[in-house]
C-alpha cells in the first residue's frame, strides 16, 4: 500500500479547478496539499473536489490572498490551524490523514528588497520561519511520522536556481534566508523528500517565473516548493517527481505539483 502527497501553489484555486482535474487524473495523488488558494472557506470549491474523488476537504483561506488547503481522499482525522507573527492570515493547516501528521505551509515571499531594516515583508518572512522553527523544536518529535509540504519561499542549495551567483542577492535565495530554512530543517532533523532522489548537483527547480517570454527555454527558475519528511517516514520513501509539464498547463500557475510517496502499512490506509 501507498500514500501519494502532492504540494502545489496553485496561485488561485477558482482559475486552477481544470488543472486539479488533469493533475488528479495523470498522477491519482492520494492528498492534494494546496497554497494560495485565495479563497474565503464559504467559496472554496468543495464540490468540484468532491467531484474529483477528493471527498474529504480541509481549507483555511481568506479573500484574494494567502490560503492552505487539503483534499483527501482518504478521511482526515483531526485538523489544526497554527498562525505566526501575530497574524492570522491562512498560512499554515495541519492534518492527520491514515497516521501521518501533514503540515501543510505558504511562506511570505518576502517583496523585493532582501533588507529586513527597509523592507517589512522581508523582515516579516525571516519571523515566520524563525517562530515555526521555535515551534517544531518545541512541541513536535521526529520519531513521530510528520511530513512538512508546500511553497516555502526559499531555494536553499545552488543547484535550486539558474544561477546561484546572480540570485545570491534575490530574495527567496539570499544567505540570510537559506540560513534560516537550513534551521527549519534542522529542527526535527527534516528529510529533504525530493533531493532524497534526485540529489544535488542536478538541478531542480518548481517556479518558472510570469515574465518569461519562454518559460521552457530560459529555464530561469528556482525550487521554491518542497516536501520534507521526518526521520521515523525516511525508510518508506519510494518516489518523488516534479511535475514540470503543468507550467504549461492553461492558465498556469507559476508554479508546478510536487508529488512524494511512501509506503504504508496496510493497517493504516482506509479504503479510498
Avoid at 501528521?101 to 529586513?116: A, L, N, Q, R, T
Avoid at 526521520?231 to 510536487?258: C, F, M, T, Y
Wanted: aromatic content about 8%; hydrophobic content about 45%.
Amino acid at each position: 500500500m501507498t500514500l501519494t502527497v502532492v504540494t502545489w501553489n496553485v496561485n488561485s484555486i477558482r482559475l486552477r479547478t481544470e488543472q486539479l482535474a488533469r493533475l488528479s487524473a495523470e498522477l491519482r495523488p492520494d492528498v492534494i496539499c494546496l497554497q494560495e488558494t485565495k479563497v474565503t472557506d464559504a467559496l472554496f470549491p468543495r464540490d468540484a473536489m468532491v467531484a474529483l474523488g477528493y471527498r474529504h476537504v480541509a481549507a483555511h483561506g481568506m479573500k484574494g490572498y494567502n490560503g492552505v488547503a487539503v483534499l483527501s481522499r482518504l478521511p482526515i482525522e483531526a485538523i489544526g490551524t497554527p498562525h505566526w507573527c501575530g497574524r492570522q492570515d491562512c498560512r499554515h493547516l495541519v492534518v492527520t490523514i491514515a497516521g501521518i501528521e501533514i503540515h501543510c505551509v505558504y511562506v511570505p515571499s518576502g517583496g523585493d528588497v532582501p533588507d529586513p531594516a527597509a523592507n517589512p515583508k522581508f523582515a516579516h518572512k525571516l519571523q515566520f520561519l524563525r517562530e515555526l522553527t521555535d515551534w517544531y523544536a518545541r512541541t513536535c518529535d521526529p520519531a513521530r511520522p510528520l511530513v512538512l509540504v508546500g511553497d516555502l519561499n526559499v531555494a536553499p542549495l545552488e543547484s535550486d536556481v539558474w544561477s546561484h551567483r546572480q540570485l545570491l542577492k534575490v530574495v527567496s535565495h539570499t544567505p540570510v534566508e537559506v540560513e534560516a530554512l537550513g534551521a527549519l530543517a534542522a529542527s526535527l532533523d527534516w528529510v529533504d523528500a525530493v533531493r532524497h532522489f534526485v540529489p544535488a548537483p542536478q538541478r531542480l527547480y518548481t517556479w518558472w517565473s510570469y515574465r518569461a517570454a519562454d518559460w521552457a527555454k530560459s529555464d530561469r527558475g528556482r525550487r521554491l516548493d518542497h516536501v520534507w519528511v521526518t526521520p521515523a517516514l525516511k525508510g518508506r520513501l519510494i518516489a518523488a517527481r516534479v511535475v514540470r509539464e503543468a507550467r504549461n498547463w492553461q492558465p498556469p500557475s507559476d508554479h508546478v505539483p510536487v508529488a512524494v510517496t511512501l509506503a504504508m502499512p496496510k493497517t493504516q490506509v482506509t479504503s479510498r
